[in-house]
């Protein structure tokens, strides 16, 4: 029904979406705090139940496009264009919904993530990023961090940074970005630590490996990687010196000896046909990276499951707060693609490689691991694993042993904490800056 009649619901839906009510962060409270909350668009009015009902119901419909696809429909493309429209109202819907159980404040900073490049939340003041979302978090007495409208925007963001990796841990660092990072506050021109996330800039990254309080596939509570293996550290007041220095354990995995070309963005267009031409030509590419076995890959096998499982960041489904990872049915959709077939599962392959790719270009390290990694990383930055994070980071050298955050990684081959079996791995201090 939605692409009937010229796609007239579909484009009736979008224009409502687009709205700018609903990013607005302090409307993202007002609504998840009503008792019973009513939309009004001119004259006409609906129950928000009724409004989150057919939002859900859209959110189902999207997933059912993504997952049962057709080599002879629009599906990707009409799911792509309907979800873009759905990032707009999600924060302030799933907010509605999760107010009430027990939801953390990482989760609705997870939004701000999830939604930063295209449909970010709206605030004339950078503060009410973190102050307008205070009242929805249950563990807000815990992490000891209030509005305070004497702060400037960086003492905020340093003092919700050390509280959340205090809390919750080194996942907080995968909302790190250099590019956010490195930008001045607004009236002092100060610039934060790079472990301290941006959360009102539209360089925040849509993390790999983020926890999600809603039911979802593969377990939201679950981590879809563990790349510290058992190995972890507390973060506590000493890891933070007087200087905005965070001292961590690490094991340095090696320095990027190679980087290609990030994947153009795509053109969502639900109106003509879906070409993946861009896409092969990308997969094509990555060749180049590995062109057979080396020190990392040992076999043809093994070379074969990092060129395929890489660009889409060894994931089953399009979303990031789903932990499921590929399965053989993935690997078929990728040599569909390469030899021009447009099956479903090469249709469901590039969903999710476009997904994942989006400000991500590839790289290998100087042993030959191929990943994915930010936009702004550069050859001869290094990889590193942080001891209790579940996802590699790029860091790059500052000099003093001291780095800066560039952002988080997909390797394949040590996304399992395999380095950390090893007998010669080595522990070091680091100090991020």
Same mark, same amino acid.
């Given at each position: 029904m939605l692409c009937a009649d010229g796609h007239r619901a579909l484009d009736a839906v979008a224009a409502l979406y687009e709205r700018d009510w609903f990013r607005r962060v302090w409307v993202v409270q007002e609504v998840a705090l009503a008792r019973d909350a009513v939309v009004y668009c001119g004259e006409t009015k609906i129950e928000w139940v009724a409004f989150y009902t057919a939002f859900w119901m859209l959110c189902g419909l999207r997933d059912y496009l993504n997952a049962v696809v057709s080599p002879k429909s629009s599906n990707l493309s009409v799911a792509a264009f309907l979800n873009a429209k759905l990032e707009n109202v999600s924060t302030v819907a799933f907010s509605w919904v999760l107010v009430d159980d027990e939801t953390p404040l990482r989760q609705f900073l997870y939004f701000l993530g999830m939604n930063a490049d295209h449909s970010r939340l709206l605030a004339s003041d950078e503060r009410d990023y973190c102050f307008a979302l205070l009242g929805l978090a249950n563990d807000a007495h815990h992490l000891k961090v209030r509005a305070d409208y004497e702060m400037t925007w960086r003492d905020v963001k340093v003092r919700l940074a050390k509280a959340c990796l205090k809390h919750y841990g080194l996942e907080m660092l995968s909302h790190c970005n250099i590019t956010a990072s490195n930008m001045p506050d607004r009236l002092s021109g100060e610039v934060a630590p790079s472990w301290v996330p941006d959360w009102a800039s539209p360089h925040l990254p849509k993390a790999l490996s983020v926890y999600s309080h809603l039911n979802v596939r593969g377990g939201g509570d679950g981590r879809p990687y563990g790349s510290s293996g058992s190995l972890g550290q507390h973060i506590d007041d000493a890891s933070f010196?007087?200087?905005?220095?965070?001292?961590?354990?690490?094991?340095?995995?090696?320095?990027?000896?190679?980087?290609?070309?990030?994947?153009?963005?795509?053109?969502?267009?639900?109106? !003509?046909? #879906?070409?993946?031409?861009?896409?092969? %030509?990308?997969?094509?590419? +990555?060749? =180049?990276?590995? &062109?057979?076995?080396?020190?990392?890959?040992?076999?043809?096998?093994?070379?074969?499951?990092?060129?395929?499982?890489?660009?889409?960041?060894?994931?089953?489904?399009?979303?990031?707060?789903?932990?499921?990872?590929?399965?053989?049915?993935?690997?078929?959709?990728?040599?569909?693609?390469?030899?021009?077939?447009? !099956?479903? #599962?090469?249709?469901?392959?590039?969903? %999710?490689?476009?997904?994942? +790719?989006? =400000?991500?270009? &590839?790289?290998?390290?100087?042993?030959?691991?191929?990943?994915?990694?930010?936009?702004?990383?550069?050859?001869?930055?290094?990889?590193?694993?942080?001891?209790?994070?579940?996802?590699?980071?790029?860091?790059?050298?500052?000099?003093?042993?001291?780095?800066?955050?560039?952002?988080?990684?997909?390797?394949?081959?040590?996304?399992?904490?395999?380095?950390?079996?090893?007998?010669?791995?080595?522990?070091?201090?680091?100090?991020?800056?």
């Open positions: 010196d007087s200087q905005g220095r965070l001292k961590l354990w690490a094991i340095r995995v090696g320095p990027v000896a190679e980087v290609d070309d990030r994947l153009p963005e795509q053109v969502i267009n639900y109106r !003509t046909e #879906e070409k993946f031409d861009d896409l092969v %030509i990308w997969l094509q590419s +990555l060749r =180049r990276l590995v &062109p057979g076995i080396s020190e990392a890959y040992n076999t043809d096998d093994k070379v074969d499951a990092a060129l395929w499982r890489t660009p889409i960041a060894d994931r089953a489904h399009v979303h990031n707060y789903e932990t499921v990872r590929a399965a053989a049915d993935l690997e078929a959709g990728y040599k569909d693609l390469l030899s021009g077939e447009k !099956t479903k #599962e090469a249709v469901r392959y590039a969903s %999710i490689a476009y997904y994942k +790719l989006n =400000r991500r270009r &590839p790289f290998t390290t100087s042993s030959g691991l191929l990943g994915i990694g930010p936009e702004e990383l550069c050859k001869d930055d290094h990889l590193w694993i942080l001891l209790g994070a579940h996802v590699p980071f790029v860091l790059r050298a500052m000099g003093n042993d001291c780095w800066n955050i560039v952002g988080e990684a997909y390797v394949h081959g040590i996304m399992d904490g395999e380095l950390t079996q090893q007998s010669s791995v080595e522990i070091k201090q680091i100090q991020i800056i």
